[in-house]
């Protein structure tokens, strides 16, 4: 198997070659000990949907959010894991952790079928080269909130000898300002489909870190405290998860009446 090398321009991981297949840079020289530089972060949209593909197959997405608000015990993490096995199987873990409620982690059989929607969407969009997408001003609040959320998309790439071949960072909230909201968006409708459509395997629930502790300051300890789950719902513009709240902190969408 051919050595592999790390591009000292765009910082892809190269399995062999003596150009990246990334950005066409030179394999450095033998010995060269000069550390890798940031990846350049210089694009638009239109530039990173017509940028060189990276090479290697998808093998991971992952996309993570969290929320938190002034109300004591609103902080709610979420973290969605799509991956394909080398067998041909694929799964999806959601891990939904309330430090101060409960953490709930569900491991699902995916529809191969499904899964490959995904990765489509993926190639088609170019969504590895939105990685270097160009820092824009953040758009200003029209209306203050309570609520603050923030989330990453990360894809990761191994090469035909199954060694890592990249892995790719985005910023959703970056990518939405530069234009992609309708990608974001699709993405999230297939891996909700994904999950809706796949087979339940295994779920676990355990009391979350500060849940004992947040129980006696609200006085619900010896109560089964209720549950957050009803109030939570999904923005039907960006898909952000939101907690009990009138409007989508990420767009600002008004809650709707039939929200789950």
Known sequence: MAEGWRCTVCGQECSGGKFCLQCGAPRPAEGADAPAPEKRKDLTLAEARSELLPAGWLIEVRLSSSGSGMMMGSLHNREETLRWGGDGSVS??????????SDKTS???????EAEAVRELVLRENLAAWERL???????????????????????????????????????????????GETLTELRELLDRCRNRGTLLSETETPGAYSASYRTMTGLAGTDGGSEDGRRWTCPSCGAVVGDHRFCPECGTPRPENAE
């Open 92 to 101: 999806l873990r959601i891990v939904d952790s309330r430090p101060y409620h």
């Open 107 to 113: 491991e699902y059989a995916v529809r191969p079928s």
């Open 134 to 180: 160009r820092e824009l001003p953040p758009e200003p609040w029209g209306i203050p909130y309570d609520y603050s959320y923030s989330s990453s998309l990360q894809l990761q790439y191994e090469n035909d000898g199954g060694d890592p071949a990249g892995t790719y960072s985005i910023s959703p909230a970056l990518a939405k300002r530069h234009g992609g």
